[in-house]
């Protein structure tokens, strides 16, 4: 293994640990050349494990600090990177309150669940020593079952390296350039998509005066996945929406002369205007975003409540039919 034998215990360690960190490397790939390396007997396989174990328990180390600190606001920070935030705590969520700390034991070997499992550890409050122990044994079993992939099938990685390492180049611009392309295509139609959003902005003042003035306005709260929190507020007559199921769910039904008004918790409205954009895409021109979001709404002084309308009083009061789950 030509390129392989430069590999270490310290980039083992950092391998794994910058992978906990919910960082694109491939650590996996790593473990297994690693397994291949002690196989050769250019590496000692006690302190490949023991690299690796070390690695993993400082990456979830942080998350379970930060899960300590913060709680469930780390916890949605892991999530909104899933399909379906809230789908994703509540799933994790489950599987904690069933398992306990034993759920550490195969979190990583279940998409989804192991950047989920540390922070949710350290929110509900685990004890440190039961959390290094749990994560150690899981650590070791998910080490242990790559590494040792790599030992079996050492022949064949050793030729899989020498491949790669021949067109290397080749293979990188095969599949790094239509990965720069996506996410580029992803990161302009984000920002194309806020910058058109600022001509369809209302600011709190303004939102506040047509409500007084009885104008027909269907307020959506995006703060779905936050209310998993109870006594989440939000604006006085809004209905609290999932934002996964506006964008992507059953058509909403709202009459022609009701405007709509979305707001979530983030100043810059990234969840408003993905909701907004979505809705515009199916027909709806009169959405609006809230200026500022809930926060600026909140700074000046204007009122909120925990008693938001469900559904079916906006139905009654404006003819409007929310997708819900």
Request: aromatic content about 8%.
């Amino acid at each position: 293994m030509t390129g392989a034998t430069q590999l270490t215990y310290s980039g083992i360690w950092l391998a794994v640990f910058t992978r906990q960190l919910c960082l694109p490397v491939p650590a996996v790939l790593f473990l297994m050349s690693a397994g291949a390396l002690a196989m050769e007997g250019q590496l000692h396989l006690s302190l490949v494990l023991l690299a690796d174990v070390v690695g993993c328990l400082c990456g979830d180390g942080v998350w379970f600090w930060l899960g300590r600190r913060w709680g469930s606001r780390v916890i949605r920070l892991v999530c909104s990177v899933s399909g379906d935030p809230r789908m994703c705590a509540e799933r994790s969520r489950g599987f904690f309150d069933t398992w306990g700390l034993r759920i550490l034991v195969v979190a990583k070997f279940v998409p989804g669940l192991d950047g989920v499992t540390p922070p949710l550890a350290g929110a509900e409050g685990a004890s440190v020593a039961g959390f290094v122990a749990y994560d150690s044994v899981g650590s070791l079993l998910w080490t242990a079952g790559y590494a040792g992939l790599g030992v079996i099938f050492a022949n064949q990685l050793d030729r899989g390296l020498l491949l790669a390492e021949r067109f290397g180049l080749l293979l990188g611009v095969v599949l790094g350039v239509p990965l720069l392309v996506y996410v580029t295509w992803r990161l302009v139609h984000l920002l194309v998509v806020i910058r058109h959003l600022r001509l369809r902005r209302i600011s709190p003042a303004l939102l506040q005066h047509r409500l007084d003035d009885g104008d027909k306005i269907a307020i959506m709260d995006l703060l779905y996945f936050e209310a998993m929190e109870a006594g989440i507020a939000g604006i006085p007559g809004a209905v609290r929406a999932d934002p996964t199921r506006l964008r992507n769910g059953p058509r909403l039904v709202v009459p022609e002369d009701v405007d709509i008004v979305v707001y979530c918790s983030s100043k810059n409205e990234i969840t408003s205007a993905r909701v907004a954009d979505a809705l515009r895409k199916r027909g709806f021109e009169d959405v609006w975003v809230l200026e500022g979001g809930l926060d600026a709404w909140v700074l000046e002084g204007r009122p909120v409540t925990t008693a938001l309308s469900t559904p079916e009083e906006v139905a009654a009061r404006m003819g409007i039919v929310i997708p819900t789950a």
